[in-house]
């Protein structure tokens, strides 16, 4: 089954740098790949996601690249804000069901 | 902005008691998933529904566990004697035909003592 990695496990930035999360995934076949963001106590809501056919999707502050051949795909998250301080959980499918990452705990200082 | 929902919030149980967890699709969606995680660890797939059927499940979803859309909206996930490790958030999520995004519930917490 799709084994997928997610570096690093916390991340603590200054307010208006740039965060970065990797995520690595085993499976050749996935071809969705949707990130999350989990607020304390709240649902996982989906912030942005990329199909296989693309390389990079950029939504104003947050940003995906997906790199197929190497198998792996990164959030960027640009001019960050305390309000972006978040648990994030990178994913990848294939077949519908979701594999998910271990999380990153995103810490935006003021 | 329609959103999944799931009740109870909360759940505490005795082990070997059955627990029903239920689920409120988004109304136009018509695939259906439940997820849980256990706490500190990653969020896992345990089955998904299609079409008033599982269409795949997880090593974790045994005989144990059943998933039921009694009705146009509900969709529920049955554990039949629970165990301690069952403890956990499950979430529920459901996605639209064709669309590859899974929308979650905002949980269950289960404690099983």
């Known amino acids: 089954g799709e084994n997928v990695e997610q570096h690093p496990s916390t991340l603590s930035v200054q307010e208006g740098d740039s965060a970065v999360i990797k995520c690595t995934y085993s499976?050749?076949?996935?071809?969705?790949f949707p990130w999350y963001k989990q607020e304390l106590g709240k649902r996982p809501q989906l912030i942005i996601d990329i199909r296989s056919n693309v390389g990079e999707k950029k939504d104003q502050r947050i940003a995906v690249t997906l790199n197929k051949t190497a198998k792996h795909f990164s959030l960027h998250i640009t001019e960050t804000q305390p309000e972006d301080s978040a648990v994030y959980f990178c994913?990848?499918?294939?077949?519908?069901?979701?594999?998910f990452g271990a999380g990153t705990t995103v810490t935006v200082r003021a | 902005e329609p959103e999944v929902t799931q009740t109870p919030s909360h759940q505490v149980t005795q082990m070997g008691q059955e627990v029903i967890l239920r689920c409120v699709p988004i109304?136009?969606?018509?695939?259906f998933y439940w997820y849980r995680q256990i706490l500190g660890q990653k969020v896992e797939f345990l089955v998904s529904?299609?079409?008033?059927?599982?269409?795949?499940k997880s090593e974790i979803f045994d005989d144990q566990f059943s998933v039921e859309r009694p009705d146009g909206s509900n969709f529920t996930l049955k554990i039949r004697s629970t165990k301690l490790e069952d403890s956990a958030m499950y979430f529920c999520?459901?996605?639209?035909?064709?669309?590859?995004?899974?929308?979650f519930g905002p949980g269950t917490r289960l404690t099983v003592t």
């Open positions: 109304s136009n969606h018509l695939y």
């Open positions: 529904f299609y079409n008033n059927e599982i269409s795949e």
């Open positions: 994913a990848a499918t294939g077949d519908y069901k979701l594999s």
């Open positions: 499976d050749s076949a996935s071809n969705y």
């Open positions: 999520a459901s996605e639209e035909y064709g669309s590859d995004e899974q929308y």
